[in-house]
């Protein structure tokens, strides 16, 4: 599927970011920005190009395309997420260097919240490294909610692994302080 899911503004340079989903051809991409990110679940081109040719059935896989300094095109991050029947599950979010801080991962999540909801997904999971603040706060801002925790479940280092989940629940929540609001 190449069609583009939903256009924002860049808010350091403004201009556009499209959220899209993945194709094939941008594994290289997608393997250089992961590459960028030591804290990222770290998988080879044969895996990311499965869970891309997996999707509507098994997978959500997104994309953001970004504009550079010189308003050169390039991918600015991306999200994937294991889909096991109503059960959503984020894998990996990474943004390059270059554009954090700047809505990229807030806009994947956006558009996958959008399209589980759409799927009438019951809930969607996650698990993330203790000490990784920026997910956390991510997901946090986000609405997702700490349920457990899994100590000693990643190695070198040895981490605990911080489970969030976001559901039915949180996600009518946000609608109706959306109302409220407005
Ligand atoms: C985590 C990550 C995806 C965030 O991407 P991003 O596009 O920079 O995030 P956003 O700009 O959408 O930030 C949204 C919110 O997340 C939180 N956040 C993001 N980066 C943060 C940081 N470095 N420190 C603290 N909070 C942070 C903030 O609440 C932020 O809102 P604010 O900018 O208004 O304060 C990015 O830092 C990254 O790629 N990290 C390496 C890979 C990784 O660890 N992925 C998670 C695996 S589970």
């Keep these: 599927m190449s069609r583009r899911l939903e256009a924002n503004s860049h808010p350091a340079n ?3 970011v499209f ?14 920005i992961e590459k ?36 050169k095109p390039q991918l600015g991050g991306f999200l994937c997420a294991r889909i096991v029947a109503a059960e959503w599950e984020i894998e990996n979010v990474v943004v390059h260097p270059l554009f954090r801080r700047q809505c990229i991962a807030t806009q994947l999540i956006q558009s996958l919240i959008e399209q589980w909801d759409a799927a009438a997904g019951t809930v969607l999971l996650l698990e993330v490294r203790e000490s990784n603040m920026a997910a956390r706060g991510l997901y946090e801002r986000y609405g997702f909610r700490e349920v457990g925790r899994r100590p000693s479940y990643y190695r070198d280092p040895d981490e605990s692994a ?8 949180t996600i009518e929540s946000r609608r109706n302080r959306r109302n409220v609001n407005s």
Excluded: G, K
Excluded at 19 to 32: C, F, H, S, T, Y
Excluded at 162 to 169: A, E, P
């Design 14 to 16: 403004d201009q556009p």
């Design 19 to 32: 959220i899209r989903a993945a194709n094939p051809n941008d594994v290289p991409a997608i393997l250089n």
């Design 162 to 169: 911080v489970l969030y989940t976001f559901d039915r629940q």
């Design 36 to 71: 960028s990110a030591p804290s990222a679940a770290h998988w080879s081109a044969d895996h990311y190009r499965s869970r891309i040719l997996s999707q509507s059935q098994a997978a959500c896989f997104l994309v953001a395309e970004c504009r550079d300094d010189a308003n």
